[in-house]
T-cell receptor, first 109, second 114 residues
Framework: LAKTTQPISMDSYEGQEVNITCSHN???????ITWYQQFPSQGPRFIIQ???TKVTNEVASLFIPADRKSSTLSLPRVSLSDTAVYYC??????????FGTGTSLTVIP | DADVTQTPRNRITKTGKRIMLECSQT?????MYWYRQDPGLGLRLIYY???????NKGEISDGYSVSRQAQAKFSLSLESAIPNQTALYFC?????????????FGPGTRLTVL
């Protein structure tokens, strides 16, 4: 059974690096793992996607081990505006997409 | 994202009524999705469509139906609404060839079934 698991919540001080890990089994072998940010009463907003190893863009990095059973979103030097819920969304076998329950990140001044 | 619009934004209805939620996009994407989000929970996939003639069930399709009227339009229907369908509904689009699995979400429709 496909399932996506993330920590429910995390706290971090401003300026620190935050790493959020997501576990996912039975994902499609040739498709992406994507990550999203969601603020209250808004739709999720894409952050980053990757297929394997490491991907970096202007806001985050994504680390994916060779077995692709997990992925880690890394947010460098978080600020108060990064307080939000973060979701991973793997592309599972059979073209199914299972969001986890998300990780609520609180950035503390 | 203004390129993905949902109507209505809010709807209150009664048990047993038929409801249609509409999604339109100007992004030219071929893939469209409907998700629901319950308070404190993640999003769950209801239906998705990879092109106009393609409709697929997601994780929680029971009690819902969809119609892909055109590439730009994807409607979600609740044939006979029930209270446990009260939720926030999101439409999303993607273009795999250009952007991989990056999905662009609409602003959501808040549905309350009394």
């Amino acid at each position: 059974l496909a399932k996506t698991t993330q920590p429910i919540s995390m706290d971090s001080y401003e300026g620190q690096e935050v790493n959020i890990t997501c576990s996912h089994n039975n994902i499609a072998t040739n498709d992406y793992i994507t990550w999203y940010q969601q603020f209250p009463s808004q739709g999720p907003r894409f952050i980053i996607q990757g297929y394997k190893t490491k991907v970096t863009n202007e806001v985050a990095s994504l680390f994916i081990p060779a077995d692709r059973k997990s992925s880690t979103l890394s947010l460098p030097r978080v600020s108060l505006s990064d307080t939000a819920v973060y979701y991973c969304l793997p592309h599972f076998t059979g073209n199914q997409f299972y969001f986890g329950t998300g990780t609520s990140l609180t950035v503390i001044p | 994202d203004a390129d993905v619009t949902q109507t209505p934004r809010n709807r209150i209805t009664k048990t047993g009524k038929r409801i249609m939620l509409e999604c339109s996009q100007t992004k030219g994407h071929d893939r469209m999705y409907w998700y629901r989000q319950d308070p404190g929970l993640g999003l769950r996939l209801i239906y998705y469509s990879f092109d106009v003639k393609d409709i697929n069930k997601g994780e929680i399709s029971d009690g819902y139906s969809v119609s892909r009227q055109a590439q730009a339009k994807f409607s979600l229907s609740l044939e006979s609404a029930i209270p446990n369908q009260t939720a926030l509904y999101f439409c999303a689009t993607s273009d795999y060839d250009r952007n991989g699995d990056e999905q662009f979400f609409g602003p959501g429709t808040r549905l309350t079934v009394l």
